[in-house]
């Protein structure tokens, strides 16, 4: 027991330190990627449940690492929230998904850009400012965006965010309630959030076709957000059968890799404007 203790031991040790150069590497990479331009924007349509049209696209950010390859943002922003670099990460999202915005709407798109709020970038006194300016700069109209705030940055019920919220709204943005029951909320606290959209989080609709329990979860996630008057987004839709208990439960707009995965601004372009089957 003692020799296998040892090897266990001997196995594991070096791994450890493995990834501590590897953390630091790519902590040191990361400074450097937004000059380096190795930041990308990738987009995932928000599709309408009945008419089937794009109403929106998520801006989902991608590192393409000269080594690595393409790294998802899973392993590097949590690396960049707790370095310190979320900010400039955060203001490189904005602002270049609202260049992103202008291109779509010169090209006659009618959709909305998403972009992710990190509890870092709601806890800026000037967020609201920088989003403003990056609006003003690329002549897009506030309520072509969207803002996505996961439940529990959403309930942290703190002076800073809660203003953030309310002045996001009286900006005329428009604000999403991102992975929506995964957190605890309080409903009364999300009625008084100056939210348009609520989106149930991927693992409720994964056990769709499964499991009456997250049917039944779900039907009661739609009546309640209807009658607080949010529209109400089902993220991973991954198979048909998802989508049409979905549909039939009411949900107003789908997104998920039955529809299409995130890609290139340029790749949505062009998948926007081709026919698509009904
Ligand atoms: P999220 O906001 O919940 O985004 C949805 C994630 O699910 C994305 O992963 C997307 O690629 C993936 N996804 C979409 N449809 C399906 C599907 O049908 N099946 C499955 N299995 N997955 C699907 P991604 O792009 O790796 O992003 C992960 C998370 O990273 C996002 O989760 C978001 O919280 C965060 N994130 C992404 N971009 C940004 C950003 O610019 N800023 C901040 N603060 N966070 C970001
Ligand atoms: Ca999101
Ligand atoms: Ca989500
Ligand atoms: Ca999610």
């Not at 400012?129 to 803002?147: D, F, M, W, Y």
């Given at each position: 027991?003692?020799a296998a203790?040892?090897c266990?031991?001997m196995a594991?040790?070096?791994?450890m330190?493995d990834?501590?150069?590897?953390?630091?590497e790519l902590?040191?990479d990361l400074r450097h990627a937004i000059e380096?331009?190795?930041l990308?924007?990738?987009?995932q349509?928000?599709i309408d449940a009945?008419?089937?049209?794009?109403?929106?696209?998520?801006?989902?950010l991608?590192w393409?690492?000269p080594v690595?390859g393409?790294?998802?943002?899973?392993?590097?922003i949590?690396?960049?929230?707790?370095h310190g670099?979320i900010g400039?990460?955060g203001n490189?999202?904005?602002?270049d998904?609202?260049?992103?915005?202008?291109?779509?709407?010169?090209?006659?798109l009618?959709m909305?850009?998403a972009i992710?709020?990190s509890?870092?970038?709601?806890r800026?006194?000037?967020?609201v400012?920088?989003?403003q300016a990056?609006?003003?700069?690329?002549?897009?109209n506030?309520s072509r965006?969207t803002?996505?705030?996961?439940?529990s940055?959403?309930m942290?019920d703190?002076?800073?965010t809660?203003?953030?919220?309310e002045r996001?709204?009286?900006?005329?943005?428009?604000?999403s309630?991102?992975?929506?029951?995964?957190?605890?909320?309080?409903?009364?606290y999300l009625r008084?959030?100056?939210?348009t959209?609520?989106?149930?989080?991927r693992?409720?609709?994964m056990?769709?076709?499964?499991?009456d329990?997250?049917?039944?979860?779900?039907?009661a996630?739609?009546k309640?957000a209807h009658a607080?008057?949010?529209?109400?987004v089902?993220?991973?839709?991954?198979t048909?059968q998802q989508?049409?208990?979905?549909?039939?439960?009411?949900?107003?707009?789908f997104?998920?890799?039955?529809f299409a995965?995130?890609?290139?601004?340029?790749?949505l372009?062009?998948w926007a404007?081709?026919?698509?089957?009904?």
């Amino acid at each position: 027991a003692k020799a296998a203790g040892g090897c266990t031991y001997m196995a594991f040790e070096p791994r450890m330190q493995d990834d501590a150069r590897d953390k630091h590497e790519l902590l040191r990479d990361l400074r450097h990627a937004i000059e380096n331009k190795q930041l990308e924007l990738f987009y995932q349509p928000k599709i309408d449940a009945r008419s089937g049209q794009v109403t929106a696209a998520e801006a989902l950010l991608r590192w393409h690492h000269p080594v690595r390859g393409t790294l998802s943002p899973d392993v590097f922003i949590p690396l960049a929230e707790r370095h310190g670099l979320i900010g400039a990460l955060g203001n490189w999202v904005i602002d270049d998904a609202c260049r992103q915005a202008r291109v779509w709407r010169e090209r006659g798109l009618k959709m909305r850009v998403a972009i992710n709020l990190s509890v870092f970038q709601m806890r800026q006194n000037d967020l609201v400012e920088r989003i403003q300016a990056a609006l003003k700069r690329h002549g897009v109209n506030p309520s072509r965006l969207t803002c996505e705030i996961t439940e529990s940055v959403a309930m942290e019920d703190t002076q800073v965010t809660q203003r953030t919220f309310e002045r996001l709204g009286q900006a005329g943005i428009h604000l999403s309630i991102d992975d929506f029951g995964t957190g605890y909320s309080s409903l009364s606290y999300l009625r008084r959030l100056p939210a348009t959209e609520l989106k149930i989080d991927r693992s409720f609709v994964m056990d769709l076709d499964t499991s009456d329990d997250a049917k039944a979860i779900v039907d009661a996630v739609l009546k309640l957000a209807h009658a607080i008057g949010l529209k109400v987004v089902a993220e991973g839709v991954e198979t048909v059968q998802q989508r049409d208990i979905l549909l039939q439960l009411g949900c107003d707009e789908f997104q998920g890799y039955l529809f299409a995965r995130p890609m290139s601004a340029r790749a949505l372009l062009l998948w926007a404007v081709e026919d698509k089957p009904a």
